[in-house]
């Protein structure tokens, strides 16, 4: 290999293979692949660190909009990323989108993949809030009509020594039903 395409390979390798977020569909729930697909050689959800979904009402407002904020903490976090979805089974046992998201900023982009909205990092938004913990604000508007929404969270601890090891994944499931009228 010439050193001009090893130093392309290094430099897309530095800016992670998913330096914009993962390929829709990684969070690891209804049955997908995780991060952990990637990076795997650390075990999943290490007490050291967590993720978490943080804003979720117990009961959602049909077409309320609720501010959430994605948070990832572990000890010597240098940067991370994650990857959202908010879902519903259908009646014919097909799972589909719940509400919508809205994402502000150059730190979160959506990816629609297959009528689903994947809310995930960009290259922007790997880097760390404060030592050890990352944060991402973005928007949920709650589905006028599913009886309940499944977040599907998977986030990722990165070392970032631009490679799949080393890093630390976790998952998180959260159901929240409509409120009762």
Request: aromatic residues 8%; charged residues 20%; hydrophobic residues 45%.
């Amino acid at each position: 290999m010439r050193w001009t395409g090893l130093a392309a390979l290094l430099v897309a390798t530095a800016a992670g293979a998913y330096g914009d977020g993962p390929p829709p569909g990684h969070t690891g729930g209804f049955r997908e692949p995780s991060c952990l697909r990637c990076h795997a050689d650390n075990p999943v959800d290490d007490p050291l660190g967590a993720a978490a979904i943080l804003g979720l009402p117990e009961a959602f407002e049909p077409g309320e909009t609720y501010k959430l904020l994605v948070a990832v903490t572990r000890p010597g976090l240098v940067r991370a990323g994650f990857q959202l979805a908010a879902r519903s089974l259908h009646a014919d046992s097909s799972v589909i989108q719940a509400g919508t998201f809205r994402a502000r900023g150059p730190a979160i982009a959506i990816a629609p993949d297959r009528g689903i909205e994947f809310v995930q990092h960009t290259a922007r938004g790997t880097q760390t809030a404060r030592p050890d913990t990352a944060l991402w604000t973005v928007r949920w508007t709650a589905p006028l009509e599913a009886l309940s929404a499944t977040f599907h969270l998977a986030a990722n601890a990165t070392n970032d020594d631009a490679s799949e090891f080393g890093d630390f994944i976790y998952l998180v499931e959260r159901r929240v039903s409509a409120a009762r009228r």
